[in-house]
């Protein structure tokens, strides 16, 4: 495999996708970056800060278990 340049569809610059990266990229099944590793830093910082979906899963997940007691309580 070769080096790679890839246009970062974020900031436009690009950035090279190396072999080595590639390879990497292949082994997990993973589709080729569409971001610089900069724009990439910058995004998970951002969904670190935020979590929104983590937050979410964790309301559903004791909302559930509560009807469920309930449930369980008034068949008895
Ligand atoms: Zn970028």
Same mark, same amino acid.
């Given at each position: 495999?070769?080096? @790679?340049?890839?246009?970062?569809?974020?900031?436009?610059?690009?950035?090279?996708?190396?072999?080595?990266?590639?390879?990497?990229?292949?082994?997990?099944?993973?589709?080729?970056?569409? %971001?610089?590793?900069?724009? %990439?830093?910058?995004?998970? @910082?951002?969904?670190?800060?935020?979590?929104?979906?983590?937050?979410?899963?964790?309301? @559903?997940?004791?909302?559930?278990?509560?009807? @469920?007691?309930?449930?369980?309580?008034?068949?008895?």
């Amino acid at each position: 495999m070769k080096d @790679k340049i890839i246009t970062c569809i974020q900031c436009n610059e690009p950035f090279i996708f190396t072999a080595e990266e590639q390879n990497r990229y292949h082994a997990r099944g993973f589709d080729e970056p569409i %971001r610089c590793p900069n724009c %990439r830093k910058k995004k998970s @910082k951002e969904t670190n800060i935020n979590q929104p979906w983590k937050d979410q899963g964790r309301k @559903k997940h004791r909302r559930h278990k509560n009807r @469920k007691n309930f449930k369980e309580n008034s068949l008895e």
